[in-house]
Each structure stands twice: as C-alpha cells, then as structure tokens.
C-alpha cells in the first residue's frame, strides 16, 4: 500500500504542478506590448487638411497628377516614379483640384504634386523635374 501512494501522490503534485496559468500572462503581455508600436507607425499629421493625398507611411510618397500626362507612357509604369511612390491620384485640370482641395496651396497651376506622410514636400510642372526631385531624395 504504501508503494502505491507515494506515486499518486507525486503525480498529483506533477499534475497541479503543469496547470500553471503564468505562460498565459507573460504571452498576452507581449501581445499588448507589440500594439503600440503599430500605431505609432501609421501616425499622420493631423494637420494637413486632406490626409486623403498623404502618403500611406513614412516609406513612400504619394502624389497627385493634375491634367494630362506630357509623356504618353503611363506614369504608373515609370520606374522611378513607382520605386519611391505608392498612391498616384490624376484629376482632369486645376479646376477640378481647386474644386475638390480648395485650401492646397497649388503654385503656377503645377502638374505633379508629391506628398510624405506629413504634407506636400513638392511642386514641379513637368514629369523630369518630378524624376530628378525623386532620385535626389529617395525615401528609402
């Protein structure tokens, strides 16, 4: 008899032993502390009027066409526009922009308009100066 309880109870004790909640805790505590991190990083400027034309994250640029394209190529299919820009927004002429962004600060009636994810950071009448502004500050 005594052979038999002294196993049963040492597998009580194993037992009650593995039904510890703690690995519960220290797993919901990592998955609050990963949360914060990913609003930080989708944070915009509040500021700007119309968040609609920022750009997703602070990894890309967005921009926004007003008119007809110069070149008859795609604009979506530049590669050195579509490296650094992910959002492309085209509006038919400056009418229709004053129309629909009435407080965006447009200059000499611009044809490309490129914004970060806080405001617009430029203004060019023609796609090459767009490129070069592109290529002389990459985003990544």
């Known amino acids: ?6 196993p049963i109870i040492a597998g009580i004790l ?8 703690e690995p519960k805790k220290v797993h919901e505590s990592k998955t609050t502390a990963e949360k914060p991190q990913q609003t ?16 997703e994250n602070n990894k890309s640029y967005s921009v926004l066409v007003i008119g007809e394209n110069e070149d008859q190529s795609p604009i ?3 590669q050195t526009i579509i490296k650094d820009v992910t959002n492309i927004l085209s509006l038919p002429n400056i009418a229709t922009v004053e129309k629909v962004y009435p407080k965006l ?15 617009m950071v430029h203004q060019s009448t023609s796609l090459k100066e767009l490129k070069r502004y592109l290529v002389k500050n990459p985003i990544n």
């Open 40 to 55: 930080v990083e989708s944070k915009k400027d509040s500021n700007f009027p119309y968040q609609n034309l920022l750009a």
């Open 76 to 78: 979506e299919e530049d």
């Open 14 to 21: 194993l037992l009650s032993a593995c039904q510890n909640s």
């Open 105 to 119: 600060p447009i200059e000499n009636k611009s044809a490309y308009l490129l914004f970060d994810n806080n405001g």
């Open 1 to 6: 008899m005594k052979k038999l309880v002294l």
